[in-house]
């Protein structure tokens, strides 16, 4: 498949507490094979899956059995350890969309794993569509629950449209676009660019400067201040963290900390070797 990790960056580990970003497709599965991503362990976060179009099939060790889909929320906590397994659907032809992990803070990373499915409504301000998943924008709220505050929503732009939103001025942040031209606090960003900015701004303005229609995920939250250390699926506040986990799920994969998966035809993944130096610990804007 192709796919664009837009976050981490050299210069930005984190939006808010959005630690990774993967943004991948449009492709005929007919070519590539879709997805088949065995089942995998995480530790420290949440993750967020959301689609442009196609079908998932999620499964985790939680016992959640449910489907990915365009427009709706799938979101996963893995604390303290959960796995998961994740395969396209046999009637999908196009896979599309981003995959999302939050950071969980250190005060709650050992929460208990569990998954929430939501379906946002849209909601129509002039030239534009926006689903808000996370947090509140165009005066609609998620009632998906996070660890810090969060915002996250796709917004879709009419050709030649602008829309200033009222945000958090606490908030930091990022723009993700995934077809169309779109001006972002004065930055042009073209497909598969993310824009950042800073905490302080009250509204955000973006405008479609393409012949077609604009598709765009926002992100933020307010700025997260510890440090990480994110290793394959783990996120840790230490390479001891790492290598913990990286144990745990090694000498028993799907072991009492990360759970079974039930339904998937296949083994599970093994952790790939750690590195031979220590993981560094890195905060906001490495």
């Known amino acids: 498949m192709t796919v664009r990790r837009t976050l981490p960056q050299r210069t930005r580990s984190l939006i808010g507490a959005w630690c990774f970003a993967d943004h991948y497709g449009p492709d005929d599965v007919a070519d590539t094979g879709g997805m088949d991503v ?3 362990p995480h530790t420290g976060l949440q993750t967020v899956s959301w689609l442009f179009s196609g079908e998932i099939e999620h499964r985790d060790s939680l016992g959640s059995h449910a489907f990915v889909r365009p427009g709706e929320l799938n979101l996963m906590t893995g604390g303290h350890g959960i796995s998961h397994s994740e395969v396209s659907t046999p009637g999908t032809t196009v896979l599309h969309g981003v995959q999302l992990w939050v950071a969980l803070p250190d005060e709650h990373r050992a929460t208990a794993r569990d998954f929430q499915h939501h379906v946002p409504e849209p909601v129509r301000p002039d ?34 449209a602008e829309i ?19 001006r972002f606090a004065e930055t042009r960003l073209r497909p598969a660019e993310l824009g950042f900015l800073e905490a302080g701004a009250a509204r955000l303005t973006l405008a479609n400067d393409s012949d077609g229609p604009a598709r765009t995920v926002l992100l933020g939250g307010t700025p997260f201040e510890e440090e990480i250390v994110m290793w394959w ?5 230490s390479h001891d963290d790492v290598v913990r986990a990286r144990e745990d799920w090694m000498a028993r994969l799907g072991g009492p900390r990360f759970g079974e998966v039930e339904g998937y035809d296949g083994d599970p993944l093994p952790a790939p070797e750690l590195p031979n130096t220590p993981l560094k610990p890195r905060g906001r804007g490495r």
């Open 233 to 237: 699926n783990f996120i840790g506040r």
């Open 164 to 182: 200033t939103l009222p945000v958090d001025p606490a908030f930091e942040h990022g723009l993700l676009v995934d077809t169309g031209e779109v």
């Open 38 to 40: 065995a089942p995998h």
């Open 127 to 160: 030239g534009a569509e926006i689903r808000v998943f996370l947090g509140t924008l165009a005066g609609v709220t998620s009632p998906v629950r996070t660890f810090t505050p969060l915002l996250g929503a796709e917004i879709v732009l009419r050709p030649g």
